[in-house]
T-cell receptor
Framework: NAGVTQTPKFRVLKTGQSMTLLCAQD?????MYWYRQDPGMGLRLIHY???????AKGEVPDGYNVSRLKKQNFLLGLESAAPSQTSVYFC?????????FGPGTRLTVT | SQQGEEDPQALSIQEGENATMNCSYK?????LQWYRQNSGRGLVHLIL?????REKHSGRLRVTLDTSKKSSSLLITASRAADTASYFC?????????????FGTGTLLAVQP
């Protein structure tokens, strides 16, 4: 099992550009999550999904959209990137209590 | 913000010593979890303690929970250089049906060989 994988690992965007981060899990988990991690802030929940075809807002959803068309994939989109979205993005999934995390995507917006 | 807080923010100890990290949170919880993050990597689950438990052990890890004070502590005994990492507590709120985690701000532990 690959667990939770994220694509890409690194990305540099210019302000106003768009991009999509892909998260994939092969554990048949129902729940999937997108977090961002900033220095000294811990992880903050952006959006989450409780099953295929469902999404919901987390703590910091503004400027992001998500889709869960297939159970194994959870996509995070930035329509018009801003420097404030420079961060490390983590995807996670779970079935029960503990969450399994991907390796992260480091995004820089200039 | 609902985020919890951890202290200390950073901790440096010698190999073989014990490391204690504390976590405070704001809401009533279903459970509290501790995660570890090595530099540049994703988080890895270490241990979970339910709201009706007061103490739990796993190998060299000991977690305590005091729901009246809304606080938890993680003790790592006989630390090793390989324990160097950031440690985060995370809570699942009572009544939540989605297993959403609210993370603390983390403690950076450095174990000197």
């Amino acid at each position: 099992n690959a667990g939770v994988t994220q694509t890409p690992k690194f990305r540099v965007l210019k302000t106003g550009q768009s991009m999509t981060l892909l998260c994939a899990q092969d554990m048949n988990h129902e729940y999937m999550y997108w977090y961002r991690q900033d220095p000294g802030m811990g992880l903050r929940l952006i959006h989450y999904s409780v099953g295929e075809g469902t999404t919901a807002k987390g703590e910091v959803p503004d400027g992001y959209n998500v889709s869960r068309l297939k159970k194994q994939n959870f996509l995070l989109g930035l329509e018009s990137a801003a420097p404030s979205q420079t961060s490390v993005y983590f995807c996670a999934s779970n079935l029960g209590r503990e969450q399994y995390f991907g390796p992260g995507t480091r995004l820089t917006v200039t | 913000s609902q985020q919890g807080e951890e202290d200390p923010q950073a901790l440096s100890i010698q190999e073989g010593e014990n490391a204690t990290m504390n976590c405070s949170y704001k809401t009533s919880i279903n459970n509290l979890q501790w995660y570890r993050q090595n530099s540049g990597r994703g988080l890895v689950h270490l241990i979970l303690i339910r709201s009706n438990e007061r103490e739990k052990h796993s190998g060299r890890l000991r977690v305590t929970l005091d729901t009246s004070k809304k606080s938890s502590s993680l003790l790592i005994t006989a630390s090793r250089a390989a324990d160097t990492a950031s440690y985060f507590c995370a809570t699942v709120s009572r009544g939540g049906a989605t297993n959403k985690l609210i993370f603390g701000t983390g403690t950076l532990l450095a174990v000197q060989p």
